[in-house]
């Protein structure tokens, strides 16, 4: 009998971490610095897929996480030459 290969969904769950982020009213997606802590691989995964995540201390907004911008800019490869 040949074994016969399972295929998943190509998408992946959502991490754990979304029961730590709460949603707040014109702020968005929020965390407090202990859970982002604890849970900055699954954060950096979400922030990766396009999401914004505001991290907050004390109950106060402190940085927000967003996408890393990619640029198609070529690198520089000549050198400067004074006279």
Known sequence: MKAK?????PHKPEPMVLKEIA?????????SVRSA?????????????????????????KAKLVGAVETNRERFSKAWVIT
């Open 37 to 61: 802590k604890a849970h900055l691989s699954a954060l950096l995964d979400l922030v990766a897929s396009g999401r914004e995540i505001i991290i907050t201390s004390d109950g106060k907004p």
């Open 23 to 31: 949603i707040a009213p014109g702020i968005g997606e929020v965390i």
């Open 5 to 9: 290969t399972i295929k998943y969904p």
